[in-house]
């Protein structure tokens, strides 16, 4: 996958985004506890701002006490300090600690959602049909609704902190400010609150250079998250398939692979690392000019007596928090900028989502017994035909061989009978409540024990004699004592024993209607032969589909159904 390819989408619609994002928690089962912790949290924060007015008069008290070699207030004030250190600090935790909760809760909630919407209906499945583009839906909800969460309530916390700071000491500041008195074209000129239009421009022109600067790096930020996760995406493949690899002696090339993969990584993060030495640069220094700035300003109403040093600190530091509060942007400005790739990130998942769960979906009729196919229909996803018209019916003890050649719609005619292909119009009619059961060439191994990988998906049960009967059946024995053991049964297990494994677990399962996709391609002759028996001979009281090409397939099917591609197909008796 080209990182290239994939843009990131406009800042337009960046809030709009964000509520959708949001809303779903905000508006669910749990919005009053939220909602309540949320009010709770922001009461704390504002705390926190009335804390810093308490500050802020103490440093006029106390570094006049300094100036004046006033020793007792000295003494008096640093006793004040302690009481007001002792406020701030519980509030800072409480603070802490209660926003941890509030996005530990969003997450989970949030987490569950988008894991919920994406295996419901198959979407895990469908949303590789409908956008190629969406990557990593894993990462997606495993990392992305973690930042999603706690930049969102990050940003939220520190722009409301900073707009009631900013109110706060804009009074404090416009009080403490000088007027400014000059004549121009002749007229007399009066200027209150100097100070806080000195704050006011400053901050401005800082945040105006501060977009102007690093605004590349919304963009950049998306590619490097794609990036990073395709990079993951290919470290999984190689342990998932490293068997494969290590026998076609592949590893040169999978390690040439994600080399690139990784150049790919660090080519982006170099661009993102250049853009981020400009902006914090610039940041970091007109940030420390600021600290001075103030000081500049009213000098000369300190060296001439109109301040003493302690209001003079205390115009240093209102005029701190005043500008802290207008330069939130520019100080949060690389923190905004991965917001934003989260927040798109999410957006083209959701909407991916939505997507997959609008595809057509054939909604089976209610029949009294077996499958039905009327005029079934399947095509690829860009509409070329495999097979038109399909006219079957299998009842209860029937089965049915599917053969042809690659290409010519054999395992996507089960995946329709299955219920789970989009693409496909027309009628199929089933028997209710019943047990469906399909087994693909490579069987899925589930995490667990392999006692539960043999009842999947049903809950295990304690059936000891009747799996030990099975297993010897597989020529599996040698398995019986690890039966309770959690391993990687993918890698343990060879790909002969794993299909071993899932013709098992029909026969402990006992589907009504069982798919089988080339699910005995990696056995031999006679084991093949031993388990289709058992597997017919379980399968009598339910209907049984096979794709196969074996010679040896016929005997334990009664028709055939030969896919002859571009749509064409025929049915046949076999015995």
Wanted: charged share 20%; net charge neutral.
């Amino acid at each position: 996958m080209s990182f290239m390819s994939e843009k990131a989408p406009t800042v337009r619609h960046l809030f709009r985004n964000f509520w959708r994002l949001s809303k779903p928690f905000w508006a669910s089962e749990e919005k009053w506890v939220a909602i309540g912790l949320l009010i709770f949290v922001v009461g704390l924060n504002l705390g926190i701002v009335y804390m810093s007015v308490l500050f802020n008069d103490w440093n006029r008290v106390f570094y006049d006490a300094l100036q004046k070699l006033d020793e007792v207030t000295f003494w008096r004030e640093i006793k004040h300090f302690a009481w007001l250190a002792i406020p701030w600090v519980s509030i800072q935790i409480c603070a802490l600690y209660f926003r941890q909760l509030l996005e530990i809760k969003w997450r989970r909630w949030s987490t569950e959602f988008y894991t919920q919407r994406w295996m419901n209906h198959q979407n895990f499945f469908r949303i590789q049909l409908t956008d190629g583009s969406t990557d990593n839906p894993d990462q997606r909800i495993a990392e992305d609704v973690d930042q999603f969460v706690s930049m969102s309530l990050g940003l939220f916390l520190g722009l409301l902190r900073n707009v009631v700071n900013l109110v706060t000491f804009v009074v404090i500041l416009w009080s403490l400010s000088t007027p400014i008195r000059f004549m121009l074209a002749g007229n007399d000129i009066i200027i209150h609150g100097n100070l806080v239009w000195a704050a006011v421009i400053y901050a401005v022109i800082g945040t105006v250079i501060t977009i102007l600067i690093g605004r590349p790096l919304v963009g950049l930020n998306f590619i490097q998250e794609r990036c990073e996760a395709d990079f993951r995406f290919s470290l999984v493949r190689v342990r998932e398939n490293a068997e494969s690899i290590a026998m076609y002696k592949g590893e040169f090339l999978e390690g040439r692979n994600l080399n690139a993969l990784f150049t790919n990584v660090v080519r982006n993060f170099k661009i993102i690392m250049g853009f981020n030495v400009r902006v914090v640069g610039f940041t970091f220094s007109w940030s420390q000019f600021a600290v001075v700035f103030p000081l500049i300003i009213v000098a000369p109403l300190f060296f001439s007596g109109q301040i003493l040093f302690g209001g003079l600190m205390q115009i240093r530091n209102a005029f701190s928090e005043v500008l802290d509060s207008l330069s939130f942007i520019m100080d949060s400005f690389r923190t905004i900028a991965k917001w934003k790739a989260v927040i798109d990130r999410l957006t083209t998942f959701d909407a991916s989502l939505e997507a997959a769960q609008a595809l057509p979906r054939i909604t089976p009729q209610v029949i009294e017994q077996g499958l039905s196919l009327q005029n079934l229909s399947v095509t690829k996803p860009n509409g070329d035909a495999l097979l038109s018209d399909v006219n079957l019916h299998l009842n209860a003890g029937d089965t049915l061989l599917v053969r042809g050649a690659s290409g010519a719609g054999k395992s996507t005619l089960l995946r329709a009978m299955a219920g789970i292909w989009p693409y496909a119009k027309g009628v199929l009619s089933l028997q209710t409540d019943t047990t469906t059961l399909y087994l693909s060439q490579k069987p899925y191994m589930p995490l667990g024990t392999l006692r539960a990988a043999l009842y999947y998906p049903q809950a295990a049960r304690n059936d000891d004699a009747q799996i030990a009967e099975l297993l010897a059946l597989a020529g599996l024995s040698h398995l019986l004592p690890r039966l309770d053991e959690t391993d990687a049964w993918s890698h343990v297990l060879s790909l002969g024993e794993q299909q071993r494994i899932a013709l098992l677990r029909v026969m402990l399962v006992k589907p009504d209607f069982l798919f089988m996709d080339e699910s005995t391609s990696a056995l031999d002759a006679a084991a093949e032969a031993r388990l289709y028996a058992a597997v017919v001979e379980c399968m009598k009281d339910g209907v049984m589909v096979s794709v196969g090409h074996r010679a040896g397939l016929v005997e334990y099917h009664a028709q055939v159904l030969e896919c002859e591609g571009q749509g064409k197909w025929a049915l046949a008796a076999l015995q």
